[in-house]
């Protein structure tokens, strides 16, 4: 309670804002709590009420006062294409406004499949060059928390662990928390005990999805997926893709649109 709150530089590429929509529904710890006790949330264009120049001269004055102490977060991702021209932010590329909020960030959390690994935008033939945060961003800790979007408590949990222990979380090759992302989808499957037996829906009305077989057949991803789905699961723990009958589409994979994830079938 005595500690200042760590001040927040949220910003926004190519994306779609679902990501921004996942973080103000988690219930452990309420975002309330996040945002108004444990963080500064000081710059979000899409949350802020302020606009325009007000709101983007907020930038720079963290970035004086905070030097190397503030954290920035980033939904979506730079297209480098023509100069960058696909994502103009105040009359400039993103990707110049990225950069520069980087500089002198403490460090850097890549929210969702678009800034992380590219997602829709970056799937071929890419023609805006979208491109994933770590690459275009160096020397600096770089946290990807993928999904499409992440789970809201994996979002804020990431958040209360940097704060808590003021330090990044262990991370895998890919760059992702591993205590959210170290196990598959497949490994804490409820349904997995179907998998084993050989049980598996193979159409979408027949007698196996009505008993909850294993989704396999129908391209369920879960055993190549690292997430949080079948543990955490969404909503406050209500449910999940598997849960709600159509199987994980690997939305937190590098690629996944470039990988056939949608309703491609063994
Ligand atoms: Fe939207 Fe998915 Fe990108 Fe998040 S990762 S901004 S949910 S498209
Ligand atoms: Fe694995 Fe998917 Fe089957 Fe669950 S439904 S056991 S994640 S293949
Ligand atoms: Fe995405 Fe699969 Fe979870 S589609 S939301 S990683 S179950």
Redesign the pocket.
Known sequence: ETKPRTPVIWVHGL?????SE?FIRSAHPLTRDVVLSMLSLDFDNTLMAAAGHQALAVIEEVREKYKGRYIVAV??NPPLNEDGIFCIHGGRPFIEELKEVCADAKAIIS?????SFG??QAAKPNPTRATPVHKVITGKPIINVP???PIAEVMTGVVTYMLTFDRIPELDRQLRPKMFYGQRIHDKCYRRGHFDAGQFVEAWDDEGARKGYCLYKMGCKGPTTYNACSSIQWNGGVSWPVRSGHGCIGCSEDGFWDKGSFYDRV
Do not use: F, L
């Not at 929210?111 to 800034?115: E, P």
């Open positions: 994306e779609c804002t679902c990501c996942s939904e979506g929210w969702g499949a678009c800034a997602c829709v999904g499409c979007p």
